[in-house]
């Protein structure tokens, strides 16, 4: 006799909600009192954003940070101050969030999307080389869930076409490829700060890069204009007020210094809870392992569902049996972006891919996400995830 499932009136595995997020405590609470009495609350009167600029460069490996309201302005103001513009084109992938595409056309350029590699669910290196035009400028790796792209791959084909390479690094924090943080291995690299993000203010962006005078251009863009040795009424470039409150630079300062310890965390309970359902859950596969990935933030577990595994129900009605069982933080994840209707208008028909997406197009359809909350949980907390998954393939089956 098999259990009742909760979605058809049975009993949940889980009834407690999983680790809270945003996590704070009193630090956060102190350091925005001490913005609000010191009467500096923009980042041009106080310190606490460029000490965190200079604090989460030095985190990933860089010299040079820019922060800006969102990672959406960050890729954006990458790009334009990588010379990117109208006419050009920049390859990236098709299955991530729709700004790393929309920032592209911002600027005036078109995004070429290339296909995905199985089992990394980022832009496959080997077939960039035929997407590459005489218009190509540049390429946006995605690293996504915060597993590193193969940056080997893509530096090598970037250096053979004089292309730049900005990295999608939204969900990365912390994440290292052959043992450097990612973000500062190509020319710059772009995070967000956003209230899902592994750390968050609300909202929130940054740039990173090696390259003094990149961060310059970076700087002078954000700050309308101006130049660090100027004149404040001397504008050199059109830009913008892309400036970060002193607020979220205090909350991202106590928020950074938090942040190693929930990396361990969350590894330990990725590895933990990717042990068992390998060995438990048939029709579930965790992505491939890469030992060139030397950290993870984990922002996301993505799991590959196979129907066929639990009596041919769809993704879908999988998702929606483990939310009835307590699983909330679990979701199908993105439609790639040349399916999305925004992308489509505005790149017009037929959609400007130099090659099929099929790989992205099965990620769209078969991907389960888990969120990075869930892996500061417990042992326990993992395996109520597995039971859920069990029940639901007993009653199926």
Not at 34 to 44: A, F, H, Q
Not at 52 to 60: L, R, S, T, V
Not at 181 to 210: R, Y
Not at 356 to 365: D, I, K, N, R
């Amino acid at each position: 006799m098999t259990d009742k499932l909760a979605i058809d009136g049975g009993k949940p595995v889980r009834q407690q909600p999983f680790h809270p997020w945003p996590v704070f405590d009193q630090s956060e609470e102190k350091a925005l009192l001490d913005v609000l009495r010191s009467g500096k609350w923009g980042m041009l009167d106080g310190t606490r954003v460029t000490e965190f600029e200079k604090q989460f460069a030095n985190f990933h490996d860089a010299q040079y940070g820019i922060c800006v309201p969102n990672g959406t302005l960050a890729l954006q103001l990458a790009l334009i101050a990588l010379g990117v513009g109208p006419g050009d084109e920049v390859i990236t992938t098709p299955y991530t969030f729709i700004a790393t595409a929309s920032s592209i056309l911002q600027t005036g350029a078109c995004p070429v999307f290339v296909d995905i590699q199985p089992g990394s669910h980022n832009i496959d290196p080997d077939l960039i080389e035929s997407a590459i035009t005489p218009l190509t400028r540049a390429i946006v790796p995605v690293h996504l869930s915060g597993r590193p792209a193969d940056m080997d791959g893509i530096l090598a084909v970037a250096k053979k076409h004089n292309l730049f390479v900005l990295e999608d690094a939204c969900q990365a924090w912390g994440s290292e490829w052959r043992g450097k943080k990612v973000g500062a291995i190509g020319n710059a690299g772009a995070f967000s700060f956003q209230s899902s993000k592994n750390i968050t203010a609300g909202e929130g962006g940054i740039v990173i890069t090696n390259d003094e005078a990149l961060s310059e251009r970076c700087w002078s863009i954000h700050n309308v204009g101006r130049i660090r040795a100027g004149a404040w009424y001397q504008h050199e470039v059109l830009g913008w007020n892309l400036r970060l409150p002193e607020w979220e630079g205090a909350i991202l300062q106590v928020q950074l210094a938090r942040l190693p310890r929930q990396l361990l965390r969350r590894e330990e309970s990725v590895n933990y809870l990717t042990r068992l359902i390998q060995a438990e859950i048939p029709g579930l596969t965790p992505p491939l392992a890469d030992d060139r990935i030397t950290a993870h933030s984990h922002h996301l577990l993505i799991l590959n569902f196979q129907p066929a595994a639990f009596g041919d129900h769809s993704r879908n009605e999988f998702v929606d049996a483990m939310s009835a069982e307590g699983i909330t933080p679990i979701s199908k994840g993105y439609t790639p972006l040349h399916k999305a209707p925004a992308i489509r208008r505005a790149l017009g028909e037929p959609l400007n891919a130099r090659q099929s997406l099929p790989v992205a197009e099965h990620a769209g359809q078969a991907s389960l996400w888990l969120n990075q909350n869930v892996f500061l949980g417990t042992h326990e907390d993992m395996e109520s995830v597995i039971e859920a998954a069990k029940k639901i393939q007993r009653t199926w089956d």
